[in-house]
Nanobody
Framework: VQLQASGGGLVQTGGSLRLSCAAS????????IGWFRQAPGKEREFVAT????????YFADSVKGRFTISRDNAKNTVYLQMSSLKPEDTAVYYC?????????????????WGRGTQVTVSS
């Protein structure tokens, strides 16, 4: 499966952005999708994940209550809605996929990665 993340940009503190992860290739609906981010000088970290059926979702504590994740399997797209953005949310955001019936928070569990999209939150 091929993944393409988009929707990043420059936003002020408190603003919102919606990232999209568009997939092509294999049967998208069978894949758990995760969002990760990497800030300069830091390791890649988990942000959010959603199971193939949307029945399970999980968020990092740092974004809980501010970010939501959803998917439209008919459009082969997963969305990460980010609100109340903070400067510490600044990072390159990546989406990833793994064929799974559950959710995964470890980047090592994911088999497919898209190119990232830059999110910059100004103070």
């Amino acid at each position: 499966v091929q993944l393409q993340a988009s929707g990043g940009g420059l936003v002020q503190t408190g603003g919102s952005l919606r990232l999209s992860c568009a997939a092509s290739g294999r049967t998208f609906s069978r894949y758990t999708i995760g969002w990760f981010r990497q800030a300069p000088g830091k390791e890649r970290e988990f942000v959010a994940t959603i199971s193939w059926s949307s029945g399970r979702r999980y968020f990092a504590d740092s974004v809980k209550g501010r970010f939501t994740i959803s998917r439209d399997n008919a459009k082969n797209t997963v969305y990460l809605q980010m609100s109340s953005l903070k400067p510490e949310d600044t990072a390159v955001y990546y989406c990833a996929a793994v064929q799974s019936s559950t959710i995964d928070t470890s980047s090592s569990e994911y088999d497919y990665w898209g190119r990232g999209t830059q999110v910059t939150v100004s103070s």
